[in-house]
């Protein structure tokens, strides 16, 4: 969902271990960040926010259910939307084949894609997203506070747990365990999420944008062990 201006400099550092087989995949789902470090996107605030149905006074939450897993997150939240959305804005991107009907707050904006993220992450207060390295890239690159939800080990092959696990230790997000995922866990760290919401992207920040190599250096290490 990355429209990307190219910038050759960011990939110099990993050069040589693009080339890797082992790292192939890993790459194929981080290599536009990469590219987007160095430029910046314009955006028209008017016509992109006509998109969206949002209450000035409230922050904005991004939820993501990622390719995988999505279907999960997205019926929890379902079942806590009317309470979220006395707190927040929500965009919440379902994934194809995924759309709720239903009757939602006003401010609750559900789609099942959206083909131009970056405006989205320029206002996003705060997001929910599974723990893939694109994902988190992304995250990180907008510094945005962000509760991440980890595949289980039981459906994957542990990679997201192992991301979340490095993000939290680092103070960069909090984190919800699939298997703690319930309606009434899932609406107290979101909520927990808007209290240390401002610790966490001051975190990220004091990385003055290296956040983003540090964490990807880390999953590329981490790639290599197992």
Do not use: W
Not at 20 to 45: E, H, R
Not at 146 to 157: A, E
Not at 198 to 221: F, P
């Amino acid at each position: 969902h990355l429209h990307l201006h190219c910038g050759a400099s960011p990939r110099k550092k990993y050069h040589s271990l693009i080339y890797n087989p082992l790292y192939v995949p890993l790459f194929l789902t981080i290599i536009g960040l990469l590219n987007v470090i160095d430029g910046k996107q314009n955006f028209d605030d008017k016509e992109k926010r006509s998109t969206f149905r949002f209450k000035p006074h409230l922050p904005i939450l991004l939820v993501v259910g990622g390719s995988l897993g999505a279907k999960t997150i997205n019926e929890t939240l379902i079942t806590i939307v009317d309470k979220l959305c006395e707190h927040f804005n929500i965009v919440h991107i379902v994934g194809r084949g995924n759309y709720s009907l239903g009757k939602f707050p006003i401010n609750y904006n559900q789609f099942e894609f959206i083909d131009d993220l970056g405006y989205v992450y320029s206002v996003a207060n705060y997001a929910v997203s599974r723990a893939g390295a694109n994902a988190i890239a992304e995250l990180l690159y907008h510094n945005i506070p962000m509760l991440l939800i980890p595949l289980s080990k039981k459906v994957s092959r542990g990679d997201q747990e192992q991301n979340a696990k490095m993000l939290k230790e680092k103070g960069y997000c909090n984190v919800l365990y699939s298997d703690n995922l319930t309606p009434q866990n899932l609406y107290n760290e979101i909520m927990f999420l808007k209290q240390t919401g401002n610790e966490i992207k001051q975190k990220q920040q004091k990385q003055n944008g290296n956040a983003v190599y540090s964490v990807m250096e880390q999953i590329v290490k981490t790639a290599k062990i197992t």
